[in-house]
């Protein structure tokens, strides 16, 4: 069997639906800019439970990865690889402050904050663990900033008048309860460029086959030679997920965030004009992706 190469590096070409990408790109950097002003009047006004300073903390990182998503974008679209991975953090990192901002009872709110923070412990005591056959002491103290943060974090948990920690839930369970449960078949495949998986090589390396029979339309055949490309294979639609994931990790938490703080004001009507404007702005740049004429 006959093997070839071919390298295309700069498979995207300029057409009419880079002019939709760039479109979609300037509806996004509104919505975040929108998003920002709010979430800088929010953040003067937390402070008195700590699930909501959290919460605004976490939406901070939403809004630093979406923004990450949108520059890659404006340098090139064959940086969606890495705008993939900024735009799964935003998502996740979004669908956790909401699940915490989510309760109407503050100490509610304060057990779901409790349960995040235990993630401290389990990170200090599984590195503990693994540092066991690398130095005794190191892990020896690891386990001892597990220790610490367990003690304060029940000694917190005693303290709450009602209410009780509560542990964090899995990404699945987390998006149910906010309801946006098929939201996490996108997430799944775009984390695959995360954590090195075969489907992610996709991006960069595809193989054409020659069938050793013609005729055979079969989807598992003999082959009779084979060109491997390594190149970027994506165009500007391919984004069409990245940008609603990031955007979406924005305006699952930061409308939360304005309900607890009071800000949910005549303001907020620009942010959901914007969301509103990216989506259709979304909505013809996948259309694009269908369409060989652009």
């Not at 057990?111 to 690398?134: C, P, V």
């Not at 001892?144 to 899995?170: F, M, N, V």
């Not at 939201?183 to 020659?210: C, F, N, T, W």
């Not at 984004?239 to 305006?251: F, K």
Request: glycine letters at 4%.
């Amino acid at each position: 069997m006959s093997k070839t190469s071919c390298t295309r590096l700069h498979s995207v070409r300029m057409n009419a639906r880079e002019d939709l990408f760039h479109q979609a790109l300037e509806r996004f950097a509104d919505l975040l800019r929108a998003g920002e002003t709010q979430l800088e009047s929010a953040c003067l006004e937390v402070g008195r439970y700590e699930a909501d300073t959290a919460a605004a903390s976490l939406i901070i990182l939403v809004t630093s990865n979406a923004w990450a998503v949108h520059d890659l974008g404006v340098i090139s679209p064959t940086r969606y690889p890495a705008a993939a991975s900024c735009a799964r953090c935003a998502f996740e990192v979004g669908a956790v402050a909401a699940w915490l901002l989510s309760p109407d009872d503050p100490f509610e709110r304060e057990g779901r904050w409790l349960g995040w923070f235990e993630a401290n412990e389990r990170f200090y005591t599984n590195l503990s663990r693994d540092l066991t056959t690398i130095s005794d002491d190191l892990a020896a103290a690891m386990q001892r900033t597990a220790t610490h943060y367990c003690d304060w974090r029940t000694q917190i948990e005693a303290r709450l008048p009602r209410g009780r920690a509560a542990k964090k839930p899995s990404l699945p369970v987390i998006l149910k309860e906010l309801g946006f449960s098929k939201l996490y078949m996108a997430y799944r495949g775009i984390s695959q460029v995360v954590h090195a998986e075969p489907d992610a090589i996709q991006l960069v390396h595809k193989v054409e086959y020659v069938r050793k029979d013609p005729s055979s339309a079969d989807d598992i055949f003999d082959s009779a030679g084979q060109t491997n490309c390594f190149g970027l294979f994506v165009n500007e639609s391919s984004w069409d997920i990245a940008i609603r994931m990031a955007s979406w990790g924005l305006m699952a938490s930061l409308p939360k965030l304005l309900l607890r703080t009071d800000g949910m004001d005549a303001s907020m009507n620009l942010l959901f004009e914007n969301q509103r404007a990216l989506h259709t702005a979304l909505e013809k740049l996948s259309t694009s992706g269908n369409d060989s004429s652009v």
